[in-house]
């Protein structure tokens, strides 16, 4: 019971048993099957230009946000939150080239290989069609030979009884000359010769349309079929392929891709707040002590003033911030301007850091 259900299986998953003579839906649906085929590539090829434009995007990105060289971004980039960001920048270039190589990849190993395929696919369904069609034309053709055989027996037997009878008549018919008998007896026998010959014509024709027809049913077209079978699921198993290598293009670089991804989060971890506080401070101190208090000037003592003064200044009397600026004495001192860099005072980073 089982052998036989396992024969049943057989049959029904052969084209040429089960479509015999259903021509036309295979040719429907190997034709659906190819048009599946450019669906799926023309899919794959929009993927790839998202990807391509996506790539582009991020390297634009990246060299909009990278500094020029001898910028001021530049020379910040000894501070670690500075530098971090640039290494952001090129992971993320790094990421863009991944981009690339997916479309790249999808479109050399999806798109170009399976159009080569399909192309070979129309081929090779154009030639098993053309043979059936060929096939039917034949069957077709033969059967017109045998529906005029046939045709032309019922014809010349219609006859031959028509004269028959009219021999039959004419030899019962007292008023008949016996020639007259005789000649009908030979038209008789002349057209009954004629019915013999398109007999024999129609049954030759008979057989061998009916060989030609259980060639047709049960060899060409099932071969045919079973062809187009065989061509459909070589089809079917090369756009499964090809749905694998959809993911597989993408899965097939994510390490790399984690790789940036890694790169990013080390950027994050290697900023360090206290290394460029220290940066800053060995950037930017001046190396000038900070400054003594200010002496009292009595200027009530209006007479001893100038010798007062005199001799404080020979004994080494400590000069104030205007007198340690030398030449720039009559310029305004302020404590924060940019062009009072010798003025400010900033401790040394030793003291800064104790």
């Known amino acids: ?5 396992q024969w049943n299986a057989v049959i029904l998953i052969e084209w040429g048993r089960a479509f015999h003579d259903q021509y036309d839906i295979i040719d429907k649906h190997t034709q659906s099957g190819l048009e599946l085929v ?153 057209r009954t010769h004629i019915a013999e010959e398109c007999k024999n014509d129609y049954a030759a024709q008979l057989q061998k349309y009916n060989k030609e027809q259980s060639q047709f049913y049960f060899s060409d077209m099932p071969l045919i079929f079973n062809k187009l079978q065989d061509m459909d699921e070589r ?44 940066a800053l401070i060995e950037q930017y101190k001046s190396g000038f002590e900070r400054p003594g208090d200010l002496d009292f000037e009595d200027y009530s003592q209006g007479i001893n003033r100038a010798s007062s003064d005199s001799s404080l200044g020979t004994l080494g009397t400590p000069k104030g911030p205007l007198e340690l600026l030398g030449k720039n004495r009559s310029k305004p001192f302020w404590l924060f301007s940019k062009k009072s860099k010798v003025g400010c005072y900033f401790p040394p980073m030793k003291e800064w850091i104790s």
């Open 1 to 5: 019971m089982t052998s036989l259900t």
């Open 235 to 278: 089809r079917v198993r090369k756009l499964a392929q090809g749905y694998v290598l959809f993911s597989d293009t993408e899965r097939h670089v994510m390490p790399i891709i984690g790789k940036c991804l890694e790169g990013v989060t080390k950027a994050g971890t290697n900023v360090n707040e206290r290394n460029d506080s220290i």
């Open 38 to 190: 450019e669906k799926y590539v023309k899919f794959v090829k929009e993927r790839t230009e998202i990807e391509q434009n996506y790539a582009k995007q991020l390297r634009n990105l990246t060299k909009k946000y990278n500094p020029k060289r001898g910028c001021k971004e530049e020379q910040e980039c000894r501070f670690s939150n500075h530098q971090s960001f640039l290494d952001i920048l090129n992971e993320m270039n790094d990421y863009a080239g991944q981009r690339e190589l997916i479309a790249e990849n999808m479109m050399m190993n999806i798109c170009i290989e399976i159009t080569k395929y399909l192309q070979e696919l129309k081929m090779e369904r154009k030639t098993h069609l053309s043979e059936a069609k060929k096939a039917q034309q034949s069957l077709e053709s033969t059967y017109k030979q045998l529906d005029c055989s046939k045709k032309r027996f019922e014809r010349e037997w219609r006859e031959a009884d028509k004269a028959a009878q009219y021999a039959e008549k004419t030899d019962q018919d007292i008023n008949a000359t016996k020639a007259d008998v005789e000649k009908a007896k030979q038209q008789a026998n002349m």
